[in-house]
């Protein structure tokens, strides 16, 4: 094996173990899918959860809808308008909080498409 396919394979294993100690574990019992998008690769072990990662996909594919200014500024008139959305909306966790709103809404607008706000139809569309 030659110097160079040696510090190849040292890179690979030091990119492994970051991923695995980084990562969501698919088998610490908690976790019930995640998407990587840098490596644009999802996982997932419900249906709920496989819908909720299309979501994240589908987020990615669009640009990152969740993170534009008018996906935003929607959130934020439907939160402030609606006393039925917002406790669900402060329920969202902090962390990519707009992207795991969008992953949520994905799965009501294809589950339940009666019940997405209409202010939100067109970004699912």
Not at 33 to 50: E, R
């Amino acid at each position: 094996m030659n110097r160079q396919m040696k510090i190849s394979l040292i890179l690979c294993c030091f990119i492994l173990i970051v991923a695995i100690l980084l990562t969501p574990n698919p088998f610490d019992g908690k976790t019930a899918g995640a998407f990587y998008y840098q490596l644009d690769f999802a996982w997932c072990i419900t249906p709920y959860a496989c819908v909720h990662e299309a979501g994240h996909m589908l987020d990615e594919e669009r640009g990152w809808t969740s993170e534009s200014s008018e996906y935003q500024m929607a959130i934020v008139n439907l939160r402030n308008s609606s006393i039925e959305w917002q406790s669900w909306l402060d329920g969202a966790p902090d962390k990519n909080k707009y992207q795991e709103i969008y992953a949520e809404m994905y799965y009501i607008y294809l589950t339940s498409p009666n019940t997405i706000p209409r202010e939100l139809e067109k970004f699912y569309q």
